[in-house]
């Protein structure tokens, strides 16, 4: 008797653990993808990235964060498969993947009560002047397009 009870709760536990099997791969992608964004740093990046696109450089003079930690969180975040990368000689510059990744931060702030969101990096003089990346240094970018050809 005790041991039909004991079958019984197997027979209960391993169907129990079955249906968990099978919705616990999209609750565990969702988690993931939600780790990968969570630092408030990468929040930062992928806002200072916005639609277009940035290297290294352009998020080191908007963000006032230093290269190493910039890139430790852009290796992340392309792991996470959030990025894509072009290469310009020796610069790489990164783009979201999505652009729907802006709108979930922008529907998280609304539901966190921010009321603004700075976002979408534009080259401004400032930038321009503190990067020398082939879209802010003319002669940079000259040859550049000569060493390409």
Do not use: W
């Amino acid at each position: 008797m005790i041991s039909d009870i004991f079958v019984y709760l197997n027979i209960i536990y391993d169907i129990f653990k079955m249906t968990n099997i099978k919705t616990q791969p999209s609750e565990i992608k969702i988690s993931r993808f939600l780790k990968a964004i969570n630092p408030p740093a990468r929040i930062r990046i992928l806002l200072a990235i916005g639609e277009g696109e940035a290297c290294v450089c352009h998020l080191e003079t908007i963000l006032g964060l230093r290269q190493a930690l910039i890139s430790q969180h852009l290796m992340a975040l392309r792991e996470a498969e959030l990025l894509t990368t072009r290469r310009a000689g020796r610069y790489i510059f990164y783009q979201l993947k999505d652009d729907r990744v802006l709108n979930l931060i922008r529907l998280t702030a609304e539901l966190a009560g921010v009321t603004e969101v700075d976002n979408t990096l534009s080259p401004t003089e400032k930038i321009q002047a503190n990067c020398c990346c082939p879209h802010c240094d003319s002669e940079a970018s000259d040859i550049l397009e000569i060493s390409e050809v």
